[in-house]
């Protein structure tokens, strides 16, 4: 009698998705399970928001650039599919905010701009001497009594003050997230400053700690070294690996699942080719909101309708090394709201990953989008970097157009984890493991935006699967 197979589909092809179909094929292989997977993906390329150019000898990240280091997943992928050798940590060097036309040095011991050191503190720019004594207030502030979620610039305005929030928590955190901190959440983006602050009360005291033992874990009495890493090969060919190590006949490119309905604890997905498909399990790994318009009958996924998402453009830039007539010393620098620059960031790439730049040249690489100012993503290639150019010459000297640009949009990229998000979310996760099991959601949009993030979500996906389809 043959035995009878199951079925999973995997939605969508970016880092969540290829994690998942990886780890799923190695544990249907190694413990030669009767289960038969598909990934399908509705553009013509795997990796979603991981994107490789090369050009002119150049290696130009047109969305994320590196992962953190700490979290070990995304290295452990690296190196599962055979590409080890080619990690490389980002060169170390002083990074700056551009605050009230000037940069600063980022004050050395700012760990997301909490201050560590005292000293620096003291002796930065950035801060007026009133904004100084204000964030000492943390010292003697009672710790909050708030128990729910609260948005982190009201967390951080509390502990330290305007000042130290604006001109340096604010440009490194919303960087990272191109959000407004006023709206994103303390507990689903920087739960450990609530954790330092509940068990030190101070802030500052605790972060303090947290650094000391993270040091003294980590050090091994070598050079300090970046705290992220990337593929000298460019964070494409981690994709590519994958796929490589992926049976060919289970990835589908260029086909769009268009919705999905489940009966009979089955779902049955009708493809963008006119396919239909029935499958026992689903992991989609799409945004969010392709989510919910997947299942727009489904009143739990509602939620994600409203859930926002900033859209953001990275613009990389090659110059000859003449051309940058007066450059900083460091690695690239964030931009305080308070300006009015229209570039979030920039960072020095050549510099940062040497790896990416040929001798004799420079690449520069800016953010433009945020929350609330999202329109400049529309603007033409040209006006992009027209823009760029202007603000990057009110604080550098840069000498006539770069010998090329590549503006990369990213629309609705970026997903904002607002106020409650945490609760939101596992109530989804739980009501969806009573009313749709088998049904599972994975990915940027819903527990950590980063990539080890990303490929911790894919894998604990398949263990949800195979803990479903084995009972
Ligand atoms: P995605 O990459 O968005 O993949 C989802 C896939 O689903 C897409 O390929 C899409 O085509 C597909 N899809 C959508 N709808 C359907 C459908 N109906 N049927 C089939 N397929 C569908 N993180 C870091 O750790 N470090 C960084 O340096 C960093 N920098 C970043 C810079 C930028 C500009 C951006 C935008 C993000 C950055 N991030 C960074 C975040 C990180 O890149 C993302 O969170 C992550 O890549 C998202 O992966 P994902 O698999 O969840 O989603």
Redesign the pocket.
């Known amino acids: 009698l043959s035995e009878k197979r199951q079925k999973v589909v995997i ?9 998942a179909a990886y780890y799923l094929q190695k544990e249907i292989k190694d413990k030669k399970l009767p289960i038969d997977y598909r990934l ?4 013509h ?6 994107q490789t150019m090369k050009r002119d000898g150049f290696t130009i ?8 280091a700490r979290k070990q997943s ?1 290295a452990r992928l690296v190196k599962e599919v055979g590409l080890g050798e080619e990690l490389t940590n980002n060169s170390t060097g002083q990074s700056y905010v551009l605050a009230r036309e000037k940069l600063h040095p980022i004050p050395q011991g700012a760990v997301m701009g909490i201050p560590t050191e005292i000293s620096p503190f003291l002796t930065t720019g950035l801060f007026s001497p009133m904004g100084k004594v204000r964030a000492a207030a943390d010292f003697i502030l009672p710790k909050t009594k708030e128990k729910g979620d609260q948005s982190l610039g009201h967390f951080f305005r509390r502990r330290l003050g305007n000042e130290v929030v604006e001109n340096l928590i604010e440009p490194l955190l919303s960087g ?1 997230y ?1 959000g407004d901190i006023d709206r994103l959440s303390l507990m689903s983006t920087f739960p450990q400053f609530y954790h330092a602050e509940q068990e030190h009360r101070s802030l500052i005291f605790g972060m303090k700690k947290i650094t000391d033992l993270r040091q003294k874990s980590s050090s091994h009495g070598g050079k300090a070294k970046g705290q ?1 890493l990337t593929l000298k090969t460019g964070l494409q060919s981690l994709v590519d690996a994958v796929e490589e190590h992926l049976e060919p006949t289970a990835v589908q490119k260029g ?4 919705s999905m309905h489940e009966s009979d604890g089955k779902f049955h997905l009708s ?2 080719n006119g396919e239909k498909i029935t499958a026992d399990s689903v992991i989609v ?3 969010h909101y ?2 919910q ?2 299942l727009p009958q489904c009143s739990l996924l509602q939620p994600l309708k409203d859930m926002p998402a900033t859209s ?3 613009v990389a830039m090659a110059f000859p090394k003449e051309a940058v007539k007066q450059d900083i010393n460091g690695t690239g620098f964030v931009v305080a709201r308070n300006g009015d620059y229209t570039i979030t960031a920039c960072t020095w790439t050549h510099k940062k990953w040497p790896h990416t730049t040929p001798e004799g040249k420079v690449l520069l690489r800016c ?1 433009v989008g945020k929350a609330g100012d999202e329109a400049v993503v529309d603007l033409s290639d040209e006006e992009i970097v027209r823009i760029v150019l202007e603000d990057l010459n009110r604080i550098m000297d840069v000498e006539g157009l770069p010998e090329f640009s590549i503006v ?1 949009r ?1 629309k609705r ?3 904002q984890y607002t106020v409650g998000h945490k609760n939101t979310i596992e109530t989804i996760y739980d009501q969806l493991e009573h009313t749709m099991p088998g049904l599972f959601l ?4 819903y527990e ?7 490929i911790d ?2 894998e604990a996906a398949v263990q949800k699967v195979l803990n479903l389809l084995q009972t």
């Open positions: 939605i969508g092809g970016g880092i969540t998705g290829i994690t399908i993906e509705a553009s390329r795997l990796g979603g928001k991981i990240e047109r969305g994320p650039d590196s992962f953190l995304a990272i191109a992220f086909v769009r699942v268009d493809l963008s790994t799409t945004p392709a989510a318009s997947l953001v453009a990275t953010y990369s990213w990229a970026m997903p994975a990915g940027s949009s950590g935006l980063g990539l080890p993030d990303c979500q894919g």
